[in-house]
């Protein structure tokens, strides 16, 4: 007899079919080989002391404060732990609970549904300007076609064009000034068609360059700010192009200036679900989120929100992380831009991990060779 110890990420429903099993009890069992570790704030202590008998009384539990037995505190923060079986049972039992259980049981009902996007796709950066924090993504003219073909070549799916820099601190430019570094780009791309190979998208979101992108065979539009100006979003729907809806923080001027939260994790999700239900309200029909890495947050946020990026999946959307050569890294290990790609692997592959789909990154080549390995080690 052998005894072998799996890992925790492996591909549950993959191992069960290769092992034989019944095809009714592979989603049966395969439910029962994943785990869900839920963090549940500002529980009514009434609900917290029936939440934990009911957790107990299917196998799983409820970490909860001291004193929360006694009604010590009227609320509490705990952590709920159970199989994904065990919480379809307690999304139901919850449904007929007092103490805002009823609530609860619809969250976890939506958590339930989450399903990771199996395709990853690499976004590669080309900038049209001379403040981007990392030079070697910088291109003009003729040497702007040579990249943008490197990189189709390279095995990029989207190629993401900007005109303006957004790193902390960068001077503002306004819309004629942005048009008038992207366009020789834009007009590169249209005339060759080259938006029959890969998607392009345009890093704006200035209504102007956005229409232009937009007529030039563009059909993603990656708006930094959120999605906050509604011609933005009209644009979109009239072309039916996808949108990128990025959380910031404040401005790129001011947003690394001592940036705060209530609560992280809810506080983006929150401006996520205000911001999806007025794009979709204008028509927007595709849309991706991009928490925002380096963006009006500090190096423990940054961390944290690529830790707990299945926290979003239960908005339905596809999740796109761009933390490539950002200053985050040199927090963790002093480094130059330029000697930053290790650790830009390190965390893209940690958020792939965790419920991410598309990577925007400078190197392509590198993000192509990691992510098919990363697939690989998934079996």
Excluded: W
Aim: hydrophobic share 40%.
């Amino acid at each position: 007899m052998l005894v072998e110890k799996l890992s925790n990420d492996v591909d549950a429903a993959y191992l069960l079919k290769k092992l034989g099993v019944d095809g009714g009890g592979v989603s049966i069992l395969a439910s029962k080989m994943k785990h869900h570790i839920i963090y549940i704030k500002d529980l009514h202590v009434g609900g917290a002391n029936i939440l934990k008998q009911d957790a107990l009384s299917i196998g799983a539990d409820l970490a909860v404060p001291r004193g929360t037995v006694i009604a010590k505190e009227p609320f509490v923060d705990c952590i709920l732990i159970a199989t994904h079986q065990q919480l379809k049972t307690l999304s139901k039992k919850e449904l007929a609970q007092p103490f805002g259980l009823k609530d609860l049981a619809h969250t976890l009902t939506d958590i339930l549904k989450v399903k990771k996007n199996k395709e990853i796709k690499i976004m590669g950066v080309l900038n049209a300007n001379d403040d981007s924090f990392f030079s070697g993504s910088r291109f003009r003219g003729a040497n702007a076609q040579e990249r943008i073909e490197e990189m189709i070549e390279k095995g990029a799916a989207i190629i993401d064009i900007g005109g303006v820099s957004s790193r902390p601190g960068a001077l503002s430019v306004d819309a004629d000034e942005e048009l008038q570094r992207v366009k020789p780009i834009l007009d590169v791309v249209s005339s060759n068609k080259l938006y029959n190979q890969v998607k392009f998208s345009i890093d704006s979101y200035e209504p102007k360059v956005i229409s232009y992108a937009l007529e030039s065979g563009f059909s993603i539009v990656n708006d930094i700010a959120g999605l906050c100006n509604d011609e933005v979003c009209k644009l979109c729907a009239s072309y039916d192009a996808s949108a990128v809806l990025m959380h910031m923080q404040g401005r790129p001027q001011t947003m690394q200036d001592n940036p705060s939260y209530d609560s992280l994790l809810s506080d983006i999700y929150s401006f996520f679900e205000d911001r999806i239900a007025n794009a979709e309200s204008l028509g927007v029909k595709d849309i991706i989120l991009d928490v925002g890495i380096g963006f009006g947050k500090t190096l423990e946020d940054n961390l944290r929100l690529i830790k707990n990026l299945e926290h979003f999946l239960s908005l339905g959307k596809e999740l796109l992380v761009g933390a490539s050569r950002k200053s985050m890294i040199d927090s963790i290990v002093v480094s130059r831009v330029e000697e930053r790609l290790a650790g830009t692997l390190a965390l893209h592959l940690e958020s792939l991990r965790n419920g991410a789909s598309i990577l925007r990154v400078h190197d392509v080549k590198e993000h192509v060779q990691a992510v098919r390995v990363f697939e690989a080690l998934k079996v």
